[in-house]
C-alpha cells in the first residue's frame, strides 16, 4: 500500500503574516486566533510555491470570511472581488442533486468570491479543518467556476480539488474528511429509513372508508 506523504513546511509566519493570503483583521496578526487560522496557517506553510504563488496572485480576487464562534448576527460588507460574465447556456444538463443549480445563460452580476469558513470548524477533528482549508484554497488554485454547470461539471471540479490536496500533502487530511463525509452520509440515511418505519407504524395506510 502506498504510504502517503505528509507536507513538509516550505514559509515562515512572516512570510506567511507579510504576503497576501493571511486573512489580516485589524493590527495584530494571530496565527493562534482560532482552529481555522491554525489550520489556515497549518496549510498555507505547506503549499508548493507554484501554487502559493498562483494563490498569492488571485489575493485580490477573493475574501475570506471567518467569522468569529460567538458572533450570531452582523452586517458585513464585502468587496466586490469578480466582476459580471458572459455564462453561455450550458449544452446538456445533467441530473441535479439538490445542491447545485445551473445558471441560465446571460450576464452574471459582479460577485464577492468569498472563502467562508464556519464557527462549525472550531468543533471537528484538526485533520477535518485541515482538509476543508484546503479544499477550498485548491478550488482558488484551479481557478474553478463558482457555479459549475450541473453535477458532473460539479463533481469533475471536486476530484481535481482533492487531487491537488493530496499533491500539496494532504491526503491523508483529504482520507478522513472523505471517511467522515461517507459516515455522516449513511447515518443520515440509517435515520431516514428509521424515521420512516416508525411514521409506517404510527400511521399505518388508510382503511377503506
Ligand atoms: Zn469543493
Given at each position: ?34 482552529r ?19 494563490l ?57 468570491v ?18 476543508c482549508v ?20 460539479y463533481d ?32 443520515r ?6 424515521l ?14
Open positions: 500500500m502506498k504510504t502517503l506523504q505528509a507536507a513538509k513546511i516550505r514559509r515562515s509566519w512572516n512570510t506567511i503574516y507579510e504576503g497576501p493570503l493571511w486573512p489580516s483583521q485589524g493590527l495584530c496578526a494571530d496565527p493562534e486566533e482560532s481555522r487560522h491554525m489550520a489556515i496557517y497549518h496549510v498555507l506553510q505547506r503549499i508548493p510555491p507554484k501554487d502559493y504563488k498562483t498569492a496572485d488571485s489575493a485580490d480576487r477573493w475574501e475570506w470570511y471567518i467569522p468569529h464562534w460567538e458572533a450570531l448576527a452582523m452586517v458585513y460588507p464585502f468587496p466586490v472581488t469578480a466582476q459580471g460574465e458572459l455564462r453561455p447556456a450550458e449544452p446538456s444538463v445533467p441530473a441535479q442533486d439538490g445542491r447545485i443549480h445551473v445558471p441560465r445563460a446571460g450576464f452574471t452580476r459582479p460577485s464577492a468569498i472563502l467562508y469558513l464556519s464557527p462549525r470548524l472550531e468543533l471537528v477533528g484538526w485533520n477535518i479543518i485541515v482538509a484546503a479544499h477550498e484554497l485548491a478550488h482558488l488554485c484551479l481557478k474553478h467556476r463558482l457555479i459549475p454547470g450541473g453535477k458532473t461539471a469533475a471540479q471536486e476530484a481535481e480539488a482533492w487531487a491537488l490536496v493530496a499533491k500539496w500533502g494532504f491526503g491523508k487530511e483529504a482520507a478522513m474528511h472523505a471517511a467522515r463525509a461517507k459516515q455522516i452520509d449513511t447515518a440515511k440509517v435515520f431516514a429509513r428509521r420512516h418505519e416508525k411514521l409506517a407504524t404510527a400511521n399505518p395506510p388508510a382503511g377503506d372508508d
